[in-house]
Nanobody, 128 residues
Framework: QVQLVESGGGLVQAGGSLRLSCAAS????????MGWFRQAPGKEREFVAA????????YYADSVKGRFTISRDNAKNTVYLQMNSLKPEDTAVYYC?????????????????????WGPGTQVTVSS
């Protein structure tokens, strides 16, 4: 089992920045690919960003590319999501996820089904 807890969410004005953190405990953190997903009210959960075991590979949704950066610190068992130039449409509950993925191909790493463990989520609200 892997336990995940997100933090860093909050209310920010458009154009502002937030840094989300996701602390993991339980099994060896470096054995898992990590992802960030988000879900806005009335919408399905959508992919935001993913990072490979070592951090060498990353993927981003087109909607956040160039504004968000995912990173991980395996020594601290933590994955981060730096969010800059925030827009009102970024408002959502943000979830981190850990997965023992069979591959880090984009078709797998950007889907939510392959991820095994999920945090409870943290609310991000961007005001216009």
């Amino acid at each position: 089992q892997v336990q995940l807890v997100e933090s860093g969410g909050g209310l920010v004005q458009a154009g502002g920045s937030l840094r989300l953190s996701c602390a993991a405990s339980g099994r060896t953190f470096s054995n898992y690919a990590m992802g960030w997903f988000r879900q806005a009210p009335g919408k399905e959960r959508e992919f935001v960003a993913a990072i490979s075991l070592s951090g060498s590979w990353t993927y981003y949704a087109d909607s956040v590319k160039g504004r968000f950066t995912i990173s991980r610190d395996n020594a601290k068992n933590t994955v981060y999501l730096q969010m800059n130039s925030l827009k009102p449409e970024d408002t959502a509950v943000y979830y981190c996820a850990a997965g023992n993925l069979p591959s880090f191909r984009v078709s797998i790493a950007t889907a939510h089904e392959p991820y095994d463990y999920w945090g409870p989520g943290t609310q991000v609200t961007v005001s216009s």
